[in-house]
Structures are given as C-alpha cells and as structure tokens.
C-alpha cells in the first residue's frame, strides 16, 4: 500500500522561508506525477505546485516566483521550497501522487494523499 508522508512543516514569520518535504514508502514515485495542495481553515482544498516524472512543473499562480517543487527520483523524495511567505500561505500541504506520468490540478486526479504538514505563517 502506497503510503506518503509529509513533513517540515511549522511557524514561521512573515516572509521567511520553509522547505517541505514529501516522502514515499511501500514503492518508490517512479513515473507517477506529485503534486502539492494546500487547505486552510474553512476553504476547499487547493492546489499549489505539481512535477512531472519528465521534471515539468507547474504552480497555481499564488505562489508562482516563491514556491519551488523538486523531486528526488532516487530517493523517491519530492520537496517544495517556500519562500517569501505570506500569512495568506498558512494552511495544512498535502502532498498527493498520481498514477499517471502527466499532472493534473485536479484534486479528484490524485489516488494517493498524505495526512498532512501544517505550516503557519505569522504576521
């Protein structure tokens, strides 16, 4: 069973920097796509960055120029590097794998969640 784990989460500053990182066990990522969504208190859950097992990646257009997504094929690692954050990022990222070589922004398009890393952004 496909399990992910999210971690590096926590408090930081107004315009500080957080890298978190998503972890796969049972299998490694291989070709699947990965991607990075974000739910705050009382939203849905959106979606902030995706990757590509060719390395392309995409961004929702409210990180776009301070986010980072990576990925770590050997380690079956992905990791997004956040910078220059605003408090308008706090919220619970969840990483999510999907059984398929291209990304999607879809959250219905992801088989596989993890529970979560809360970041929090402070004025």
């Known amino acids: 069973q496909v399990q992910l784990v999210e971690s590096g989460g926590g408090l930081v500053q107004d315009g500080g920097s957080l890298r978190v990182s998503c972890a796969a066990s049972?299998?490694?990522?291989?070709?699947?796509?990965i991607a990075w969504f974000r739910q705050a208190p009382g939203k849905g859950r959106e979606f902030v960055a995706h990757?590509?097992?060719?390395?392309?990646?995409g961004y929702a257009d409210s990180v776009k120029g301070r986010f980072t997504i990576s990925r770590d094929g050997a380690k079956s690692l992905v990791y997004m590097q956040m910078k220059r954050l605003k408090h308008e990022d706090t919220a619970i990222y969840y990483c999510a794998e999907r059984d398929n070589t291209y990304s999607s922004r879809s959250v219905a398009d992801y088989s596989y969640w993890g529970r979560g890393t809360q970041v929090t952004v402070s004025n």
């Open positions: 990757i590509q097992w060719s390395g392309t990646t």
């Open positions: 049972g299998r490694a990522f291989n070709i699947s796509a």
